[in-house]
């Protein structure tokens, strides 16, 4: 998220003051109007989700027969329908979470590994053929999964691997190193071509180059990376639905989406598990943004 | 190692076995690349490129092939049949609304969505609290797609109109509060597709707002101040001065939503499962091939979203090019 120093609006008239483009079209509206306007838009966009997260602490039978907007005059707090999402006997949503962590960090882990390899082969190295690969990958960024699935589900089958986390790990991993190479092949582009030759000077191979001078320089991109393919692995639904069908290897996204088309008045639970499922997001995405932001704008046609 | 781990122990071991097995093979290659000292590129680049190229080759390219292949193939995948798959796309009924849907959302997520995150952009441009007034329209971005749709499946509930039963859902709460009667809102077509269509603008306002954003921020003081010294209204520097200079930015955000929103699945998936003519391509692919087992049309159908894709994805590429230049 790109913060600016607060600064408190202008009169229009105040001679000499620089002001931005959109602060003066903003005036049209004078402050007031716009201000208003912002509040409105800004809650209709909190409104829904705000309106779930209180319902998930009410109880079943309050969510069921009234509004939530109700609470207000009739406040009733309960942590049942939590607990009732992580009941081991039926919703069970801790081994779902514990499956979205073990498919999400090696779906990570393993593309970031085998694109800085490529990424310092297409910045630093001469070959035959780069400029082509170097197309022919950043072309593949397009491809959409659906494309990809069925013909993957057999060859997982005939493999035997079917139904394994392998079939979420290498699909993922898969379908993330056109963007990844893209990403840090940009990064390490810029890394200053003195640096690197002051190291071959020093006698450093490019193992010894890639590990002293460009590994710490890489952490951003790395990190904007990361950031981003943790958090479409851990929502995505559509890759797991189609590999990761039985209970034992699925993560939260399909337990979620099972429970909205099985038990799709069961608010109490609904509104729970929601919860549960967007708190790694919403933790990463507040923790992190300007990292989540970049990674999120260089990812934005992958899938 | 490669069976189905179904105790805790065991997940946490083989995720741990995976990466250290990814590790390794990187290990092995930084280990050979070592050994090749003086001016042998080539064979060095090569090996570094290995483990990627193998994975492309399997994970990407043979299955997209393979799809174009079997989509001039039958349900069962045996049976030649030309192009029959996709003049079913074109021509059955069930497809066509499928095909209709698709271009309701394509047309109006992007617009609307761009829209709304543009103007909220201008509204709290150097507001005291911008960040934070940021931070609200963006979190929907960060949240899964079925996560949304739950809470907007919740805003669109529905309870029958007789006797004491309350409304849950705010929406129709707010239509009976109008004096109206409640409404099946994700049931009746075609109502419910543009039910779904906003929540896809829901999410995706965050990310044109945030691009548009930076990208005001990025018009250079001089320009605006040249303009204000012009005398030139509000309206006028939004319209001359404003817009023309983040017009490739809003370019970008057109149509990298749009990619977006042809691919959805998700949102159909979990809100109405496709049902009440509310299915679009992506979701349709799905449906063909798991649920209905009719493979031949599933791989037609995921070829024409690829289609559908590559003319936006290009203009995309060449706008990103003509703005980074």
Request: aromatic share 12%; proline share 5%; hydrophobic share 55%.
């Amino acid at each position: 998220m790109t913060t600016s120093t607060p600064v408190v609006i202008e009169s229009p008239d105040v001679p000499g003051k620089k002001v931005s483009a959109a602060t003066a079209a903003k005036r049209k509206l004078t402050s007031p109007w716009a201000s208003l306007a912002a509040i409105v838009i800004a809650v209709l966009w909190t409104l829904p989700t705000f309106g779930l997260l209180v319902s998930s602490f009410r109880p079943e039978r309050a969510i069921k027969t009234t509004g939530w907007w109700t609470f207000f005059s009739d406040p009733k707090v309960t942590f049942e329908n939590y607990e009732a999402v992580f009941d081991p006997d039926s919703i069970n949503l801790a081994d779902f979470f514990l499956n979205s962590i073990v498919i999400a960090l090696p779906a990570v882990i393993i593309p970031l590994c085998l694109a800085s390899l490529a990424a310092y082969a297409f910045a630093w190295m001469r070959f035959p053929g780069k400029n082509f690969l170097f197309i022919v990958i950043f072309a593949l960024q397009i491809v959409p999964l659906q494309v990809t699935l069925i013909p993957l589900l057999t060859l997982y089958v005939d493999m035997g691997i079917a139904n394994t986390f392998w079939t979420l790990w290498l699909s993922h991993s898969a379908f993330a190193l056109p963007l990844a190479i893209y990403i840090l092949h940009n990064f390490i582009k810029e890394v200053p071509a003195s640096l690197i030759e002051a190291a071959r000077m020093d006698g450093a191979g490019h193992v010894a180059i890639f590990f002293r001078v460009l590994l710490p320089l890489l952490t951003p991109a790395l990190a904007a990376f990361g950031i981003f393919q943790f958090l479409w692995v851990w929502n995505d639904l559509l890759v797991s639905l189609t590999f990761a069908g039985s209970p034992e290897i699925s993560p939260i996204t399909v337990q979620l989406s099972n429970l909205s088309g099985t038990r799709g008045t069961a608010w109490h639970l609904l509104s729970a598990g929601a919860f549960v499922s967007i708190l790694v997001p919403v933790t990463v995405f507040l923790l992190l943004q300007r990292y989540f932001v970049r990674g999120l704008l260089a990812g934005s046609v992958k899938g | 190692m490669f069976t189905t781990a179904s105790t805790a122990s065991d997940k946490l071991l083989q995720m741990f076995a995976a990466i250290l097995l990814f590790a390794a093979v990187v290990g092995v290659i930084l280990f050979i690349a070592g050994r090749f000292t003086g001016k042998r590129d080539p064979l060095v680049a090569y090996l570094y490129l290995t483990p990627v190229i193998i994975m492309l080759s399997v994970g990407l390219l043979y299955p997209g092939l393979r799809t174009i292949y079997e989509s001039f193939f039958d349900a069962a995948g045996n049976t030649f049949i030309g192009i029959d798959n996709y003049t079913t796309i074109i021509g059955d009924a069930e497809q066509r609304t499928v095909l209709r849907n698709t271009a309701f959302w394509v047309l109006l997520t992007p617009f609307l969505a761009t829209g709304v995150g543009l103007l909220y952009a201008i509204l709290v441009d150097k507001a005291r609290v911008e960040s934070f007034a940021k931070a609200l329209i963006f979190l929907p971005m960060s949240i899964s797609f079925v996560a949304a749709s739950v809470i907007w499946k919740f805003m669109y509930e529905y309870r029958p109109d007789q006797g004491n039963v309350k409304q849950i859902g705010l929406i129709n709460q707010i239509i009976v509060w109008l004096g109206g009667k409640p409404v099946q809102l994700l049931i009746e077509s075609p109502l419910n597709t543009f039910l779904l269509i906003l929540v896809m603008i829901w999410i995706q306002a965050g990310f044109a707002m945030t691009v548009l954003s930076a990208a005001i921020k990025a018009i250079p003081d001089d320009i605006v101040e040249a303009a204000r010294l012009d005398g030139v209204t509000p309206w006028g520097m939004f319209r001359f001065v404003t817009l023309p200079a983040i017009r490739p930015a809003v370019v970008v955000v057109l149509t990298t939503i749009a990619i977006g929103t042809l691919k959805v699945f998700d949102i159909v998936q979990t809100m109405t499962g496709g049902r009440f003519d509310t299915s679009v391509i992506a979701n349709e692919f799905y449906s063909q091939s798991f649920r209905s087992a009719n493979q031949g049309l599933g791989a037609a159908l995921a070829v024409v979203l690829f289609i559908l894709v590559i003319p936006i994805v290009v203009y995309n590429i060449r706008q990103l090019r003509r703005s980074e230049a």
